[in-house]
């Protein structure tokens, strides 16, 4: 439960410890959204290569823009949220703006839907409208986070042996 207000902030130094726990905690599970995987030896590269993806800057093929938020509370990183700036091909048909995951101690406590909230704020204030939002059909629990935050199924793809459901969310 929290005992103070989570925030939605951008990366920065004096997260590091809470970080490097949040991924030990996640082990060899798979990791949402994909800049968890992103090597974090040198922590200050870390959040350079962070900045450069918010920025465009150096991106790899097949990549956009996009910017990386994490949820606090106080010192210790709740939960981590990727927005896309732009959609192309390949993320417009299975993958979609918003990409986020909570830290597993902290998962079945509603901290989803208020990541996913924030990072819509964020999104329809950057001008993205309707947002796009993926889930794996299997991911009951993703599905009913993006329908409470008023995600609308637009369709179900095939996509690497998985059933893709896609979701639009529009601004209010």
């Avoid at 993926?134 to 993703?142: D, L």
């Amino acid at each position: 439960m929290l005992t103070t207000i989570a925030l939605l902030v951008l990366p920065n130094a004096k997260y590091e410890q809470s970080y490097r726990e949040y991924i030990a905690e996640l082990g060899d599970e798979e990791r949402y959204p994909f800049p968890l995987d992103f090597d974090h030896t040198d922590f200050a590269e870390l959040l350079a290569k962070k900045e450069r993806f918010r920025n465009g800057i150096d991106l790899p093929d097949g990549f956009v823009a996009s910017t990386t938020y994490w949820l606090v509370e106080g010192d210790e990183i709740l939960g981590v949220a990727n927005l896309r700036h732009q959609l192309n091909e390949r993320i417009r048909h299975a993958g979609g703006h918003i990409g986020l995951g909570v830290r597993p101690a902290k998962r079945g406590c509603g901290l989803g839907n208020l990541l996913l909230k924030l990072t819509l704020d964020k999104a329809f204030d950057s001008g993205i409208n309707p947002v796009h939002i993926h889930c794996h059909k299997h991911n009951a629990a993703s599905a009913r986070m993006i329908i409470a935050n008023g995600g609308i199924l637009e369709s179900e793809i095939g996509d690497g042996g998985e059933v893709v459901q896609r979701y639009l969310i529009n601004a209010l």
